[in-house]
């Protein structure tokens, strides 16, 4: 059935039969997507159960009440749906021809939102057994139709765009046109397909709640009662088995049913006398599970669940499918951004109270995920790099955040190799070797259990973030907000291990006999400085850059008002960029102009080369960390500008 197909045919069904009611065949139940089986005591017992098919189709130009024929737009197992002619008011509206049989017109003429087909009148027969609904005619096919279009395509063309070239096609009917739709197009015409896949979720999940809102549930949502007009706009459609949840009651005759493949296992459930499940427990968050299937069937292209069992009882059928979905772990056979298959996911939980508490809090997920994909599309670094970084984040944590020191030591060495080992006896030599070694035994384990401490932590976050079913996002959130932090950390370990020793070395050399020189002690403590600042910036502006670029974007789970939460969250890293920037450009030459103003009056020629490059090398090295600040900060501030963007994505 097309675009053209407005309100595809199901079958409903009541409740369950009452206690000893005798069990008989399925009949023929179609795949997957099959409609609930029914019950069949309640199918016997009340005509309002099935209704009476409209089988004859009307001829263009027929006239049924006010209404003038143009074409068929569909037909289902409760009647017809027709394009026509509303005569008194001369527009084009679906005239929906069924048995009567229920509250469909009631509950959609209170449902006024763009995302769900309007209800404008019902009309009943003086036999009551027919019922005419006027609707909004919606021009465009279902999205069952247009997912069926994509499957014969390549997923690499699956994006937006295709989607509305197939709408265009399979409209056979013109439309009015709509200025204030033209957005959403718009919005389509440049999205990849996670974006549209997240755009249509996130406006279906609104039309949801504000049902929901209203007391009204659908109970069938699936890709065929899904309209995507000519705009792209998805539109909920055949509300024919939607009621109020208070009205639902264990036993009641209210309609009660949906199509078996996009059903909750609690719905499921709710079908089997032999479970203690009950029709009350069909509630807001079997719609959401519903949805939930229609995302997971656009993101992997096929259904979540492939068929029926082959054999079995009705009820023993019922049982092992509510047993497929209560054991359901979601894989999805394509590539998909982690963080759209854990919502897809929150959405799948077999429990519903591990669901999404509401539509809007589902519509807010689905926002979330669109915008950090943008932010994952809008790459900042040089992608053979970046990706390198993605795949190993924890050891080039480890390489950035130790070679600043390992270049600080070069630093500290090289000049107590020129200005101080040199001139100290055999014994003084001795003496401080194994003061130096004392030293590094005691400040490298403790720096190294420091960092062990605040990294492990995040290091379990990430890997939590891959789990099946994910754990709860508050410890995601906080290891997140830790890992922006480490940079501090870096800059807090750089001091404990160098800035101690230009103190204790001096102090502890000067216990020696004979004692260092002041000058001696004042250019060791000064190494010890140097050196230090140099590990302190540059590690933590590297840790910064890793951070920000790389653990602070997996570090998400719920990302509702994400942007929201990373202009708060971040709001602190340019300020740390300045200070880094300025840093790193004036240590290193503060260093050699230090080195040279307090450095010896005499040199041997030996004594002399080495001075003369170690100093040159700490200029060089000024103008490189310079120019390091100045690209890092740039990245950072490109990242940040990404993630913290406020222009409000076009909905």
Same mark, same amino acid.
């Given at each position: ?19 000893? =009611? ?10 997957? @997507? ?107 096919? @279902? ?27 399979? @409209? ?54 899904? +309209? ?12 024919? +088995?939607?009621?109020?949840? +208070? ?59 492939? &068929? ?14 509510? &047993? ?177 020793? =230009? ?7 000067? @216990? ?104 040159? =090398? ?34």
């Amino acid at each position: 059935m097309n675009a053209a197909s407005q309100f595809e045919g199901h079958t409903a069904i009541s409740p369950r039969p009452a206690e000893g =009611a005798s069990s008989t065949s399925w009949g023929e139940v179609p795949g997957a @997507t099959g409609s609930a089986p029914p019950c069949p005591e309640a199918m016997e017992a009340s005509p309002r159960a099935v209704g009476r098919s409209i089988d004859a189709a009307l001829a263009p130009g027929a006239r049924l009440g006010d209404f003038e024929i143009v074409g068929v737009l569909g037909r289902g197992g409760f009647g017809i749906v027709y394009l026509a002619r509303q005569c008194s008011l001369d527009r084009q509206v679906a005239l929906k021809v069924t048995a009567y049989q229920g509250s469909e017109g009631r509950n959609m003429a209170q449902l006024e939102h763009e995302h769900i087909v309007q209800v404008f009148s019902e009309t009943v027969d003086p036999s009551g057994s027919q019922q005419l609904l006027c609707m909004q005619y919606v021009p465009g096919p @279902t999205l069952a139709a247009v997912l069926d279009e994509l499957r014969r395509r390549d997923r690499r063309e699956w994006c937006g765009a295709a989607l509305l070239e197939i709408v265009d096609r399979l @409209t056979p009917y013109p439309a009015a046109f709509e200025p204030a739709a033209l957005r959403c197009r718009a919005v389509l015409q440049d999205a990849d397909w996670v974006d549209t896949v997240c755009w249509i979720g996130a406006r279906l999940a609104e039309a949801l709640a504000y049902a929901h809102q209203r007391g009204v549930l659908h109970r069938d949502i699936k890709p065929g009662n899904i +309209l995507v007009s000519q705009y792209g706009r998805p539109m909920l459609v055949d509300f024919n +088995l939607a009621l109020r949840p +208070l009205a639902v009651a264990r036993g009641s005759a209210d309609l009660f049913g949906g199509t078996l493949a996009y059903m909750a296992p609690e719905h499921l459930a709710a079908f089997n006398p032999a479970d203690p499940t009950g029709p009350e427990a069909v509630g807001a968050a079997a719609d959401l599970y519903a949805l939930g299937l229609v995302l997971y069937e656009m993101v992997a292209g096929r259904p979540a669940f492939d &068929a029926l069992p082959a054999a079995g009882s009705p009820l023993e059928v019922l049982a092992a499918l509510v &047993a497929q979905r209560r054991r359901f772990v979601l894989t999805i056979p394509v590539p998909c951004p982690p963080s759209l298959r854990q919502t897809i996911e929150h959405c799948l939980h077999p429990d519903p109270a591990g669901r999404c508490a509401s539509g809007t809090e589902l519509s807010a997920a689905l926002e979330g995920c669109r915008e950090f994909h943008a932010v994952e599309k809008a790459a900042v670094m040089e992608r053979r790099i970046r990706q390198s970084m993605l795949r190993h984040p924890f050891r080039w944590l480890i390489v950035l955040a130790l070679l600043p020191h390992a270049v600080g030591s070069v630093v500290n060495i090289s000049y107590n190799l020129i200005r101080i080992v040199s001139h100290l006896t055999a014994a003084q030599q001795a003496i401080f070797v194994k003061f130096a070694l004392a030293y590094n035994g005691i400040v490298y384990p403790l720096g190294l259990w420091l960092a062990f401490r605040v990294v492990w932590p995040v290091y379990l976050a990430t890997s939590d973030t891959q789990s099946s079913p994910p754990v709860k996002s508050a410890r995601i959130d906080a290891a997140r907000r830790q890992s922006l932090n480490w940079p501090l950390w870096a800059a807090g370990i750089a001091c404990l291990g160098w800035l101690p020793g =230009a103190v204790l070395f001096p102090a502890g050399l000067a @216990t020696l006999a004979p004692p260092l020189s002041l000058r001696e002690s004042l250019h060791l403590g000064t190494s010890f400085v140097i050196s230090g600042l140099i590990a302190l910036t540059y590690s933590s502006l590297l840790v910064q850059c890793l951070v920000v670029c790389v653990f602070y974007r997996r570090l998400w789970i719920d990302l509702r008002s994400f942007r929201k939460k990373a202009v708060v969250e971040l709001t602190p890293v340019p300020r740390r960029l300045r200070l880094f920037q300025i840093f790193a450009g004036l240590i290193p030459l503060c260093g050699a102009v230090l080195m040279v103003t307090i450095g010896p009056q005499e040199f041997t020629a030996t004594e002399y080369r080495s001075f003369r490059f170690l100093v040159t =090398a700490l200029i060089g090295l000024g103008m490189l960390g310079f120019q390091l600040a100045m690209v890092s900060t740039q990245l950072l501030s490109q990242a940040i500008a990404v993630l913290t963007r406020t222009t409000e994505i076009e909905r």
